[in-house]
């Protein structure tokens, strides 16, 4: 018995998840109630896997913001501009300041 082994990679298809946020009126005094996101909902269009897999990228990997996008884009299936890597970008380097603070104070 001989074994070949061939590696594949799985089709990738990014999980979107669509907040519907419904404001609704009241009947008898019209006043209007309006929806708020669920509480684990990320305020952007980006949760946070997809900003982590963004930060390595553009950090740690040293890809440019065109590369960055068009990998995010065309293999991953994110879309995400230039602009929106570099504002995406910005997100992730304030989010990581104050934990990069503290971990610099042990090194
Ligand atoms: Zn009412």
């Known amino acids: 018995m001989k074994n070949h082994y061939v590696d594949e990679l799985p089709p990738i298809r990014p ?3 669509d907040h519907q946020c419904l404001d609704v009126a009241c009947a ?3 006043l ?4 708020t996101l669920p509480d684990p909902a990320p305020s952007g269009a980006y949760a946070p896997s997809v900003q982590a897999m963004l930060g390595l990228r ?3 990997l040293r890809q440019s913001v065109r590369q960055t996008s ?3 884009t065309e293999v991953l299936h994110v879309p995400l501009s230039t ?3 570099a504002k995406t970008q910005e997100r992730v380097c304030r989010a990581l300041a104050r ?3 503290e971990a610099r104070a042990y090194v």
């Open 28 to 30: 008898r005094c019209g």
């Open 32 to 35: 209007v109630t309006e929806a």
């Open 83 to 85: 602009g929106m890597v």
């Open 99 to 101: 934990p990069h603070h």
């Open 15 to 17: 999980h979107v998840t």
């Open 58 to 60: 553009r950090g740690e």
């Open 70 to 72: 068009a990998v995010m």
